[in-house]
C-alpha cells in the first residue's frame, strides 16, 4: 500500500526553465513533508521540508508547496541547472514517525 | 564529522543463505532506520531503531530482522534470501526529532543469485 505516490517517473526541462515534480500522498495524518535528491551510487540527501501547517516554504531555487485538502505537494526548481540532474523523492510523516518515500521522480535537466 | 557509513559496499549471496548489513550512524544521533529501495519501487520502509529499542517495522516478513547496539550502530539480518531481496538497502540516522530528516548513507547493494 503506497501511501506516498510519484505518478511521473521521469521529467526533461531545458536549462533555466521551471521543473515542477509533483507528489500525492493518501493518510491525512502526515503532517510533516520532505524532498530529497538522490544522485546514482550515492544515499538520497535532504533537499527543503514542510510542515502541514504552512503552505509553502522557500530556500533559494527550490520552492516546496502543500494543497492539504488535495493531498498534494510539489516541488518547483528555478531555474533549473544540469546539476539538478537526479532521482527526487518526497516523503511524508505522522506524529514524528518513520517517513515513507514516494517512488521518485528522474529529472532530467538539458543543458 | 563523519555521515552514515554502511558495509558493506555490495554483498552476493545465495538463495537461501543470511545476509547482515551494517550501520554506523552519524555521531550523536540515536534514531536508526533501514530501508529497502528495490527496483522500480523507491524508498520501502524496513525498521525503525531508537535507543536500542525497534520503535517500528514495516510490511516486511519475520526473516527481517535487526538491532541496535550500545553504540547506536544497527545490523539488518535477512535469513532464507529470495532473489526479490535483491536490492539497494539504505540506512539512516537522526537525532531522534525528524523535523530535519534522516541523513543516509550509501547503501549496500544485496544481489542474491
Known amino acids: 500500500d503506497q501511501q506516498v505516490k510519484q505518478n511521473s517517473p521521469s521529467l526533461s526541462v531545458q536549462e533555466g526553465r521551471i521543473s515542477i515534480l509533483n507528489c500525492d500522498y493518501t493518510n491525512s495524518m502526515f503532517d510533516y513533508f520532505l524532498w530529497y535528491k538522490k544522485y546514482p551510487a550515492e544515499g538520497p540527501t535532504f533537499l527543503i521540508s514542510?510542515?502541514?501547517?504552512?503552505d509553502k516554504n522557500e530556500d533559494g531555487r527550490f520552492t516546496v508547496f502543500l494543497n492539504k485538502s488535495a493531498k498534494h505537494l510539489s516541488l518547483h526548481i528555478v531555474p533549473s541547472q544540469p546539476g539538478d540532474s537526479a532521482v527526487y523523492f518526497c516523503?511524508?510523516?505522522?506524529?514524528?514517525?518513520?517517513?515513507?518515500f514516494g517512488t521518485g521522480t528522474s529529472l532530467t535537466v538539458i543543458p | 564529522e563523519a555521515g552514515v557509513t554502511q558495509s558493506p559496499t555490495h554483498l552476493i549471496k545465495t538463495r537461501g543463505q543470511q545476509a547482515t548489513l551494517r550501520c554506523s550512524p552519524i555521531s550523536g544521533h540515536t534514531s536508526v532506520y533501514w530501508y529497502q529501495q528495490a527496483l522500480g519501487l523507491g524508498l520501502q520502509f524496513l525498521l525503525w531503531y531508537d535507543e536500542g529499542e525497534e520503535r517500528n517495522r514495516g510490511n516486511f516478513p519475520p526473516r527481517f530482522s535487526g538491532r541496535q547496539f550500545p553504540n547506536y550502530s544497527s545490523e539488518l539480518n535477512v535469513n532464507a534470501l529470495e532473489l526479490e531481496d535483491s536490492a539497494l538497502y539504505l540506512c539512516a540516522s537522526s537525532l531522534g526529532g525528524l523535523r530535519y530528516g534522516y541523513t543516509f548513507g550509501s547503501g549496500t547493494r544485496l544481489t542474491v543469485v
Open positions: 514542510i510542515s502541514s501547517i504552512k
Open positions: 516523503a511524508a510523516s505522522a506524529e514524528g514517525n518513520q517517513f515513507y
